[in-house]
């Protein structure tokens, strides 16, 4: 019987051993292993866990995440706080430890100081230069060959080499947790002495009281963000982008400094996996388009070795009704662009609308909409009275519920809205009004729960989720898939509409609340779905039809 975490704690507890451990040791005898994407898909991490994957078949659940969750667990953000407290630890490190130190250990360690001071120096430069909240994109190539100190000597990728090798990262974070607990608990004595507060730096290295961090996590973030972003810098040049912003801190009035490797080319990384594995087998129900793994993910893989396969969906398409809302009854265009969200009118004809869909569909609605604050901003004018009671007019037809903002509460919101829709009334035994679910795309509902049955009779996506076109990142982003020649997503005004929403939020929500034998509506309340050239192509097929 396969245990899930809560069975290995108790196990744990019952034979007196280490979970943890156990695990770790038993993975090396089992035969089927379960990992989180960020432990599978980093090769040191796997290294470090003592995984191997050769001769191993790789299976990745929900896989049309994986291009996005590569992107995102090799990017790294650093800031001028980080560097500077980083830097703190080394010389604290070095105050130490450096007699001890072997000769090329003390001289790669003074070359990543060095490094740091070199970038701490640009940091100054671009903050007093610079505009708040001003972005400026470069390559890893071009910050190095901005920064000061004859950096030119340092070859980053035998550096990359030494920090991995040696893990002095967690070795520097850990002297540096065991050093601020001292700073601690001398303090504390020094207090209950009848001292000062200050801690005392008796016995430790010079300007260690100054480098003493303000608490442990911090000490051991910096220093894992500076060895990670170090290690970026090592990466191919075009597979990447460094993006400086500064922003000035509220409370100190400080100008704080950014910079955050991201990566552009998932391939690469993958690779090593694929070339590891005997196979890898992508799997989810909202693959589509197809070519976008094919082209990004894996162009190094011979097209002999892909093989694809793909199934009908569970219900009939009989079952199925899409319809696009693209005025509300008054008339009132739904367009619910980021400038149009403000239109209180557009929100109150939306919560109408809904309300009038309440009447045509039985048990559970689920409703859609692009985020927490758009989401916030609607039901804090429907409980206006100036709405003209759409919230009061809503509650009287279903019983109202909102995705929370915390995953502890998400079992319990789901008991309840459950409970709501399969209530009974007490004298005559017929089914009651159902329930409304308010949940936002690409949070904690529209993935990995299945809304089936009267869970959700009805779909409604209102508008599209749009991401932020001025974002630097997202702007690199597009000119690197289009350089890619990535044809599916260059098909004119195919560009804005579809990279610029985030297609995958919109392909999950929809097959994963329409696991119903039974009639499944879905509406999508904007008119920009009316344009079938701009969402068919990277809908789900059985509902791009």
Known sequence: ???????????????????????????????????????????????????????????????????????????????????????????????????????????????????????????????????????????????????????????????????????????????????????????????????????????????????????????????????????????????????????????????????KYQLLNPSHVFKSLVDEARSVILAGGTMEPMSDFRQQLLPLVPPDRLVTFSCGHVIPPTNLMVSVLSASPKGLPFEFKFDSRENVDLVDELGRTLANLCNIIPAGLVVFVPSYAFLDKVMARWKDAASGGVLQRLGSKKKIFMEPKTTMEVDKVLGEYTAAIRARDAKTGAPGGGAIMFAVVGAKLSEGINFSDDLARGVVMVGMPFANMHSPELAERMKYVRELGVKSVLDGSGISTNKAVDPYAIKTTMPRSSYSIEDTHVPKSDSVYQDGSATKSRSPIDLAG
Not at 117 to 141: D, I, P, R, W
Not at 217 to 246: K, P, W, Y
Request: aromatic content about 4%; glycine content about 6%; some cysteine.
């Open 1 to 259: 019987e396969v245990g899930d975490i809560e069975d290995l704690v108790q196990l744990g507890k019952q034979t007196k051993t280490c979970p943890y451990f156990a695990a770790r040791s038993s993975a090396k005898q089992a035969e089927l292993v379960t990992l989180p994407y960020n432990l599978l898909l980093q090769k040191d991490a796997r290294n470090a866990l003592g995984i191997s994957l050769e001769g191993c078949i790789v299976l990745f659940d929900e896989a049309h995440n994986l291009i996005d969750t590569i992107l995102s667990i090799h990017s790294v953000t650093v800031d001028s706080r980080q560097i500077a407290q980083a830097s703190k630890q080394i010389d604290t490190y070095l105050d130490r430890f450096a007699l001890r130190l072997k000769g090329s250990n003390e001289q790669n360690l003074r070359k990543v100081r060095r490094l740091l001071l070199s970038m701490s120096t640009y940091f100054s430069n671009q903050a007093a230069k610079g505009k708040a909240n001003a972005e400026v994109v470069m390559s890893a190539a071009d910050l190095v060959r901005g920064l000061t100190g004859n950096l030119d000597q340092i070859n980053l990728v035998t550096l990359e080499t030494w920090l991995k090798e040696t893990q002095i990262a967690r070795k520097i974070s850990g002297y540096a947790e065991k050093h601020n607990k001292k700073a601690a608990e001398q303090g504390t004595a020094s207090t209950q002495n009848g001292g000062k507060v200050r801690p005392s730096s008796k016995g430790m290295p010079k300007g260690s009281a100054d480098a003493a961090p303000s608490t442990s996590q911090s000490a051991i973030s910096s220093m894992h963000a500076i060895e990670s972003f170090i290690l970026s810098l090592a990466n191919r040049s075009e597979d990447g982008r460094v993006v400086l912003s500064s922003a000035t801190d509220s409370s100190t009035g400080e100008t704080i400094v950014r910079a």
